[in-house]
């Protein structure tokens, strides 16, 4: 939903702004999410916490397991039905009409249906969290340190012979490509993860960041 920056600020005021983070899972999404939710009493929608909860799992770490590598026995049929569930779970959350209100999507949002991710395009301000050169190197390890639940979509191969980590750490950066072209297209605008996460901003600055330029 492209909006002038004096339309973005009327709907802020009025209660009406609805903002949604898109990015790749640990890019900070959840952790700008909260910020501005308790800055500036914005809603927070966590769509990751509505379908590890459909799925009756406590926390992110259950899901994980749950959905495990893509290398595991079964993880096709789990990636399938993990998709089903985010599209169920975003086709609700991009519904909500109520007060100002921060959408946090899971990384995946870009493999929904054409019919929840035009009504996310065509109700909610779409911001790209886009990924550094040095964030893809954190991403990749933060990965391995606490991993989250993963949609790969064709992009992880494993040649002949190859460790299967390894294969892993190869298939990322072109997974990550693929989807920062996916994350643009459906943004209306787009802030590097180094803003986000520099210390030395405070959240009304980076909230500032967040506005259309005209």
């Known amino acids: 939903m492209k909006l002038t920056r004096a339309e973005f600020e009327r709907r802020y005021a009025t209660g009406a702004l609805h903002i949604a983070l898109v990015g790749m899972s640990n890019i900070g ?44 026995d079964g993880y096709a049929e789990r990636e ?14 991009v519904k909500y009409e109520g007060q100002n209100a921060i959408l946090d999507t899971t990384g995946s949002v870009i493999y929904t249906t ?4 035009e009504t996310l395009a065509n109700h909610w301000y779409v911001i790209h969290i886009a ?8 991403l990749k390890v933060q990965y391995f340190k606490q991993p989250k639940p993963l949609i790969w979509h064709g992009h992880y191969h494993c040649r002949d012979g190859q460790d299967k980590t390894e294969a892993i750490l190869e298939s990322y950066p072109n ?5 920062a072209k996916a ?7 787009t802030i ?19 506005k259309p330029a005209i």
């Not at 929608?45 to 406590?58: P, R």
């Not at 990924?131 to 954190?138: H, L, N, Q």
């Open 114 to 117: 054409n019919e929840v991710l």
């Open 192 to 210: 590097s993860s180094d803003v986000i996460l520099d210390h030395t901003l405070s959240i009304e600055e980076i909230f500032q960041r967040l």
């Open 131 to 138: 990924a550094s050169d040095k964030a893809v190197e954190r």
């Open 183 to 189: 994350y643009d297209a459906l943004a209306d605008a």
């Open 175 to 179: 997974l990550l490509t693929a989807r």
């Open 29 to 72: 999404k959840s952790y700008t999410g909260m910020r501005l939710a308790t800055a500036f009493d914005f809603d927070l929608i966590e769509v990751d916490k509505i379908i590890w909860e459909n799925l009756g799992h406590d926390s992110m770490d259950d899901f994980a397991a749950w959905q495990g590598q893509p290398y595991s």
């Open 80 to 93: 399938a039905h993990s998709i089903s569930l985010e599209n169920q779970a975003t086709a609700q959350a």
